[in-house]
Nanobody, 124 residues
Framework: QVQLVESGGGLVQAGDSVGLSCTASGRSFTEHAMGWFRQAPGKEREFVASISGSGHGKEYGYSVKGRFTITRDNAKNMVFLQMNSLGPEDTAVYYC?????????????????WGQGTQVTVAA
């Protein structure tokens, strides 16, 4: 069973940047694509970004493209989300997710395990 632990986030001001980290336990991390999703109060879970097992394939949600960057460090079993030019609309709980396939994916039901989430609040 793979476990994910997110860190980072918190309260930031509009226009700020913040980075999130996700640490995975277990084996076969390099064979698993990883993703970030977010959920704001009263809204459905939204795809943010994903990265293939090798790190070469990346996808981004429309609302974050050009502002957010996903990377991974397979030697450390970690995946990162760098978020720039944040706005109040980015306020949400951010979840790290993994799937037991190497190709990145943008649908939540394509992921097999999830972290507990970390809150990001952007003040106007």
């Amino acid at each position: 069973q793979v476990q994910l632990v997110e860190s980072g986030g918190g309260l930031v001001q509009a226009g700020d940047s913040v980075g999130l980290s996700c640490t995975a336990s277990g084996r076969s991390f390099t064979e698993h694509a990883m993703g970030w999703f977010r959920q704001a109060p009263g809204k459905e879970r939204e795809f943010v970004a994903s990265i293939s097992g090798s790190g070469h394939g990346k996808e981004y949600g429309y609302s974050v493209k050009g502002r957010f960057t996903i990377t991974r460090d397979n030697a450390k079993n970690m995946v990162f989300l760098q978020m720039n030019s944040l706005g109040p609309e980015d306020t949400a709980v951010y979840y790290c997710a993994g799937r037991t396939w190497g190709w990145s994916a943008s649908l939540a039901n394509e992921y097999d395990y999830w972290g507990q989430g970390t809150q990001v609040t952007v003040a106007a």
